[in-house]
């Protein structure tokens, strides 16, 4: 059985001048232990998509889908209390700006204490080895010393490790990362990437990362869902993505890569889909 | 002309933090003593992590910032703006385009008067004449006429990023400083804006210095590459020289962070995963 399951997922939004369609229908599914990617670029909807699964949609969104199911339950059958126990424990989400996501008030270890206080219920004492345990566990020197910090006199990289603390506290079934390198230096991106496929093989994690950049997808994924407009318009296991993508608008991605730029000009994603679209006339 | 249009001679910037109720006074060396040139219609590509000192390069060649030490020649002629400030020809020389679009318009500026104020502001050119420059300069970076009374929110983050560059190229500057000008787009916008940076430097004959942490854009824009390391330039070359050899340990560990989107590695990873 498939850890995640979701069946024509629809997510439009109200807007002044009617409802947007931002998700059109998508399916995906996750296995246990299973890393995958799912590339698109802004626009394309792949955040939302699974901020819908979290349920973390503002009140202006309309979220519906055939089925929607984490581990057998049913997630869209939930009231809100029975859904919060769910997400943030079993799921749990790293978000793109680690700078922006930590609350600047409080100390790390008071956010990460939080955690274990409202899905754990642990004490006082077990909450603090916990939080030293974790803090350790994602790399932080000196984790004791660092549970008084406040995000500010971090780094954006040790924030962001601070963030996968926060999000492996509760030893989640599954873990929903969006765009957790684009803020952070390749060097930085290395690191943070290697921490992410230790912990996921680790404690047997599926991991969703969601991404625009290809090299990330390179390095991580088993299986591709590639997003377009709000639509799926590839899905496949990483190498076959990369050798013999099926879809114009991957071959497009794949050739706006720097890297594979052939002569002076870099292939354009429009200039690919008109060249595609005047090779389907003249067939 | 003859010689380079942008030469930098064992530049340094110190920065003072001064002391108080919780700390010493204390200097910061951020850039500690580098050396460069730039021809004419060439690319200096500035690579480094954030801290490295790049940034106040950046600002110290384009005369925001003086530098504590060290020659800047520009054109030849060697510039002080600590000393003498900075005159119209100078600013009409050098001209930057910064990393967030969302940040460095002004929001409340429409686009036709974000294009007109550098001229507005270095040249004695009059309204109507700016207003024909702005449109022109619109059409050059790919957008249309009817985008001249719009405001900046009303345009994507590549849209952005081509007005930033559209006004930085208004006084038609020999050099142009791009501080990380495609980090913060998506990949298929990042090859837009770079296909117009590199047909912008044919038409204009631009030279420009290039900022960046992304290894797979340098090699794609730069003609020499220049690593940053803590204040110091570890690595100073040729394209090819710095990607095919590199000497310096922290040029090593950036190339091989760079993540690998070829199918040899992805099958490389695969077995290794398989075996693990």
């Known amino acids: ?283 | 002309m003859t010689g380079p249009v942008l030469e930098g001679r064992d530049i340094k910037r110190d920065y003072h933090v001064p002391g108080g109720l919780f700390g010493k006074a204390r200097t910061v060396h951020a850039v500690k003593g580098v050396s460069f040139k730039v021809d004419k219609g060439k690319t200096l590509a500035i690579v480094g992590e954030s801290g490295c000192g790049k940034s106040t390069l950046a600002r110290i060649i384009t005369l925001i910032d003086a530098a504590t030490a060290g020659e800047l020649l520009i054109d030849g002629n060697k510039v002080d703006i600590a000393r003498d400030g900075l005159t119209p020809e100078l600013r009409r020389k050098v001209q930057i385009v910064f990393q967030n679009p969302y940040g460095s318009l002004n929001p409340r500026q429409k686009i036709g008067d974000v294009l007109g104020e550098p001229l507005l502001i270095n040249t004695a050119i009059p309204a109507a004449e700016r207003r024909d420059l702005a449109m022109q300069m619109l059409k050059k970076v790919g957008l249309e006429e009817k985008h001249y009374n719009r405001y900046p929110h009303m345009f994507s983050g590549g849209q952005r990023q081509r007005i930033a560059i559209a006004r930085a190229l208004m006084l038609r500057p020999s050099l142009l400083v791009l501080d990380e000008p495609v980090s913060a787009l998506d990949l298929s916008v990042q090859a837009q804006v770079l296909n117009l940076l590199a047909d912008l430097q044919d038409e204009f004959e631009l030279t420009y210095v290039f900022i960046s942490h992304d290894l797979s854009v340098v090699r794609y824009i730069a003609d020499e590459v220049m690593v940053m390391y803590f204040g110091e330039a570890v690595e100073y070359g040729p394209r090819d020289t710095v990607f095919g050899n590199p000497q310096h340990a922290y040029t090593k560990t950036l190339l091989a962070a760079t993540p690998r989107a070829d199918v040899e590695s992805i099958r490389a990873r695969i077995a290794r995963k398989r075996a693990a």
């Open chain 1, 1 to 283: 059985m498939p850890l995640l399951t979701v069946r024509n997922l629809t997510v439009s939004f109200d807007t002044l001048t009617g409802p947007f369609l931002a998700v059109k229908g998508i399916d995906l599914s996750i296995e246990e232990r299973e890393v995958l990617a799912i590339v698109g670029e802004s626009g394309s909807g792949k955040s939302v998509s699974m901020l819908a699964v979290m349920g973390l949609l503002p009140p202006t969104a309309t979220v519906s889908a055939d089925e929607m199911s984490f581990n057998g339950t049913d997630l869209l059958a939930l009231d809100a209390a029975a859904r919060r126990r769910i997400v943030g424990k079993d799921i749990a989400m790293i978000f793109q700006e680690p700078m922006a996501s930590l609350n600047p008030c409080f100390t790390v270890g008071f956010q990460i204490e939080e955690v274990l206080r409202v899905h754990l219920g642990l004490d006082r004492a077990q909450r603090r080895a916990r939080a030293i345990e974790l803090l350790t566990l994602v790399g932080i020197p000196e984790p004791a010393e660092r549970l008084g910090s406040y995000p500010h006199q971090m780094s954006g990289g040790q924030c962001q490790r601070v963030m996968i603390a926060i999000a492996i506290a509760c030893k989640p079934k599954l873990l929903i990362a969006d765009e957790p390198t684009t803020a952070l230096d390749v060097t930085i991106q290395k690191q943070i990437l290697d921490l992410l496929m230790r912990l996921q093989a680790e404690n047997g994690m599926g991991l969703i990362m969601i991404t625009h950049n290809m090299g990330v997808v390179a390095e991580t994924a088993d299986r591709v869902i590639v997003q377009y407009k709000g639509r799926k318009v590839e899905e496949a296991d990483v190498l076959s993505l990369f050798e013999a993508p099926k879809s114009a608008y991957t071959r497009a991605l794949l050739s706006a890569l720097p890297e594979n730029a052939v002569g002076d000009r870099l292939p354009t994603i429009s200039d690919f889909m008109l060249k595609e679209a005047a090779a389907e006339t003249l067939r």
